[in-house]
């Protein structure tokens, strides 16, 4: 298949944020699958929707294939990933079940005060109200989720703990799938409860509130296999 005309979905690109932008465009199109899982993506096509030389949109994919949502085949270019398959969504939260609560467990034992602080700011924040539909309406809290985890992982202070768990791109794959939106307030009260672990020092109590929220966020995510 071929990335279909993308005009009219998406705003030419700014110029002063160039890569950037032309990045977080095509971002929307794949987890808006406008652009299907699967698909054969059309540098000169997307260059001519987003009004820009293909050069920013090569790297633009060079940063998605980064963040495992194309692929680059030698001869063939670039094409969008498959979504996950039941069997890659279970290993996806092995790995994070194996890996985000012992980064809890260790950013209660190492977590300064700022960290604290931080932590906690975090888990309250809220996304800014955004009008739109799809991906647009639910990226910021996208964002603020992968942030939160991303955090924990850095106050933990182990460079391989952290490296390994953003390189999953959980957020990404998991809500390109299936975005449980009415579940959103779900979230931050367990993000509150895994940043108060953390807080007071407890890293068994931190560990079992990640444990907790991920076993609740593979939940939620299971009608993504239902629909």
Known sequence: MTTPSVSGQVRPAQRLTLTDD?????????????????????????ARSLEVSPTPVREALARLESDGLVRKRAMSGYTTTPLLTRAEFEELFEMRLLLEPAAAARAAQHAGAEDRALLKTEAAAEPPVESGDGYRRHAAFTALDARFHDLVAEVSGSTLLRDSIIRLHSHLHLHRLYFPSTQAGDTATEHGRIAKAIAKGDADAASAAMHAHLTAARTRHLPAFTR
Do not use: F, N
């Not at 794949?30 to 054969?40: C, K, L, Q, T, Y």
């Open 22 to 46: 032309v990045y977080e465009s095509l971002k929307t199109l794949i987890m808006e699958h406008a652009i299907a899982p699967g698909d054969r993506v059309s540098i000169d096509g997307l």
